[in-house]
Each structure stands twice: as structure tokens, then as C-alpha cells.
């Protein structure tokens, strides 16, 4: 059977990590991902991660798959920008944080 196409977030859909889950997309409407189901549908860990794919990315133990991507941000008016990989691991240690833990592919 082929797996189902996994939903693909970027990072800045991300409102919120708690220990029960994350919470992305619109504030008025957001959506969740249950830390507990993920482990349910692994048996282990929440997903999977790589920090050194092109971009960087987490892939949730959801159904369908959701795949939060992280790219390189430039900021308006600066020539700062925020490198994808820093994004990743801080993200990945917020997670960790809060009991999430990721296979690494990378």
C-alpha cells in the first residue's frame, strides 16, 4: 500500500510546543499534533529528523506524516539572516525540553 503524501509545514506555522503536543497553523483555527499519538504510531519516539537534508527537517509520526521544514530566512530591511540549521536545533532542544524525542537520520 502507498503511504499517504505527508503534509508539509515550515517552521513559522509553529505556535506553540508543550509537553502534550504542537500547535501550528492559523491562531483563530490552529491545529494540533499529539506527542502521544506519534509514540503510538512508532512505538518510540515522536519522528524523525535531519539536519543536514536540504532543507533541514523534523517528519512527526503522524497520519499522514507531517514534515516541518525548516529554510533560511532573510529579515526585511537588514541583511541579517536567520540560518535553516540554527532554526532546526533550536527547535529540536525546545522539543527535547519537553519530553519529544526524534530519531536522527542525519
Excluded: N
Excluded at 5 to 34: M, N, Q
Excluded at 50 to 64: E, G, L, S
Amino acid at each position: 500500500m502507498k503511504e499517504a503524501t505527508p503534509r508539509i509545514l515550515t517552521d513559522d506555522a509553529i505556535l506553540e510546543i508543550t509537553d502534550s503536543g504542537i500547535r501550528f497553523g492559523d491562531p483563530a483555527s490552529p491545529e494540533w499534533i499529539d506527542f502521544d499519538d506519534c509514540r503510538s504510531a512508532s512505538g518510540r519516539g515522536v519522528g524523525e529528523r535531519d539536519a543536514y537534508a536540504d532543507p533541514p527537517y523534523i517528519r512527526m509520526y503522524t497520519t499522514p506524516a507531517t514534515v516541518i521544514q525548516f529554510h533560511r530566512v532573510r529579515f526585511p530591511r537588514c541583511l541579517w539572516t536567520k540560518d535553516a540549521r540554527q532554526r532546526f536545533t533550536e527547535f529540536h532542544k525546545t522539543m527535547e525540553k519537553h519530553g519529544a524525542y526524534t530519531l536522527d537520520l542525519g
